[in-house]
T-cell receptor
Framework: KQEVTQIPAALSVPEGENLVLNCSFTDSAIYNLQWFRQDPGKGLTSLLL?????REQTSGRLNASLDKSSGRSTLYIAASQPGDSATYLC??????????????FGTGTRLQVFP | NAGVTQTPKFQVLKTGQSMTLQCAQD?????MYWYRQDPGMGLRLIYY???????DKGEVPNGYNVSRLNKREFSLRLESAAPSQTSVYFC????????????FGSGTQLSVL
């Protein structure tokens, strides 16, 4: 059974810091991995999607990496800003033949960036 | 471009009442999903529809039914609401390829008393 874990559950940092959010998964047979952002009372917004054949994806100040063999992904946020405060979730899509239609979500890391 | 639209945003039910959550997307997506989000449990898949005319159970389907009315609309029905169904419900959609991003609606906060 695929399980997705995100540690820490919460993180508070001063503005300007570079930070890393972690996501680990138990089964390396994944099709892709997505990182999402969720603001309070809102839906999820997909930030980055890394295909199983890729090592990383970048969008602006965000960089996501994927190491399938070790079952880990990291989301790197450069020069954090108060507007980055949100909950960040990762989700894996299982490989072909393993209910690929479904995403398995982690429980998220709640990030607070203070001025 | 509205994306994924869910209604209602808030709902309070009494135990045993029924209701239908509506979801529509305007991105011509094939796949649509219903998730529930509970504190400490993350998002859990209730039902999904890989294409118009098909539906499949997710992790937690008991107590729910779905209808893929057409390519745009995917509704979730609670026939006899229970307090355990108090949650935030999200509809989502994605395109044909498994490597396409998932788009979410803004959610429905449901309380069952």
């Amino acid at each position: 059974k695929q399980e997705v874990t995100q540690i820490p559950a919460a993180l508070s940092v001063p503005e300007g810091e570079n930070l890393v959010l972690n996501c680990s998964f138990t089964d390396s047979a994944i099709y892709n991995l997505q990182w999402f952002r969720q603001d309070p009372g809102k839906g999820l917004t997909s930030l980055l999607l890394i295909q199983s054949s890729q090592r990383e994806q970048t969008s602006g100040r965000l960089n996501a990496s994927l190491d399938k063999s070790s079952g880990r992904s990291t989301l790197y946020i450069a020069a954090s800003q108060p507007g980055d405060s949100a909950t960040y979730l990762c989700a894996v899509r299982r490989g072909l033949g393993y209910n690929t239609d479904k995403l398995i979500f982690g429980t998220g890391t709640r990030l607070q960036v203070f001025p | 471009n509205a994306g994924v639209t869910q209604t209602p945003k808030f709902q309070v039910l009494k135990t045993g009442q029924s209701m239908t959550l509506q979801c529509a997307q305007d991105m011509n997506h094939n796949s649509m999903y219903w998730y529930r989000q509970d504190p400490g449990m993350g998002l859990r898949l209730i039902y999904y529809s890989a294409s118009e005319g098909t539906t499949d159970k997710g992790e937690v389907p008991n107590g729910y039914n779905v209808s893929r009315l057409n390519k745009r609309e995917f509704s979730l029905r609670l026939e006899s609401a229970a307090p355990s169904q108090t949650s935030v419900y999200f509809c989502a959609s994605s395109g044909r390829s498994f490597n396409e991003k998932l788009f979410f609606g803004s959610g429905t906060q449901l309380s069952v008393l």
